[in-house]
């Protein structure tokens, strides 16, 4: 019931293209849905997120759409431009009272060409 | 500059020995965790910290071991029974709230080797 299921598992698309990778979750408790973007070699780090009292949000090129009676959420980024070639992780949380234990999915790897 | 500071950043372990990973942070955060990253099945909860002198096991905590005697300090043991240690391990860190999720921030990670 912890899991959350990513895909695609890669991704290439055109510069200027939308990028979209899509994410399920089982557990209804999961109140807290992050994307974050990993580079070679270094720790992940937050690009955006959402709670299931929102359908969708937007920072810059990012967006989180959320469908909670779907248990679906994706992540649009637009105009897709080289540097945002990565890995992008979701990850579903439940409140443990002071900690957040993060689960992740399983990452999509996005290449961005020319 | 604040930030999660691990060390080493490449460590090899040979069979049967015990290994440590270090992980500082100076964010004031209350809770710390460990995570392991493994190719195509992202990251895994080893250990989390909610507060000094405790801490609970995640989704695969065998064969590790922690412990949290400071507030910037949750340093992580790879022991001998750990069959299949060889990974990026990720430390991270949050504020640590009582209410809703808090943002969780990684360090920048330490590869580890079995030779």
């Known amino acids: 019931q912890q899991q959350v299921k990513q895909s695609p598992q890669s991704l290439i698309v055109q510069k200027g293209g939308i990028s979209i990778i899509n994410c399920a979750y089982e557990?209804?408790?999961?109140?807290?849905f992050p994307w974050y973007q990993q580079f070679p070699g270094k720790g992940p780090a937050l690009l955006i997120a959402?709670?299931?009292?929102?359908s969708e949000k937007k920072e810059g090129r990012f967006t989180i759409s959320f469908n909670k009676s779907a248990k679906q959420f994706s992540l649009h980024i637009m105009d897709s431009q080289p540097g945002d070639s990565a890995t992008y992780f979701c990850a579903a949380s439940v409140n443990t009272g002071t900690a957040s234990k993060l689960t992740f999915g399983t990452g999509t790897r996005l290449q961005v060409t020319l | 500059d604040g930030g999660i500071t691990q060390s080493p950043k490449y460590l090899f372990r040979k069979e049967g020995q015990n290994v440590t990973l270090s992980c500082e942070q100076n964010?004031?955060?209350?809770?710390m965790y460990w995570y392991r990253q493994d190719p195509g099945q992202g990251l895994r909860l080893i250990y989390y910290?909610?507060?000094?002198?405790?801490?609970q096991k995640g989704d695969i905590a065998e064969g590790y071991s922690v412990s949290r005697e400071k507030k910037e300090s949750f340093p992580l043991t790879v022991t001998s029974a750990q069959k299949n240690p060889t990974a990026f391990y990720l430390c991270a860190s949050s504020r640590g709230l009582t209410a809703a999720a808090d943002t969780i921030y990684f360090g920048e990670g330490s590869w580890l080797t079995v030779v």
């Open positions: 964010l004031n955060h209350d809770a």
């Open positions: 557990n209804t408790a999961f109140d807290y």
């Open positions: 910290s909610q507060i000094v002198n405790d801490f």
């Open positions: 959402i709670r299931p009292d929102v």
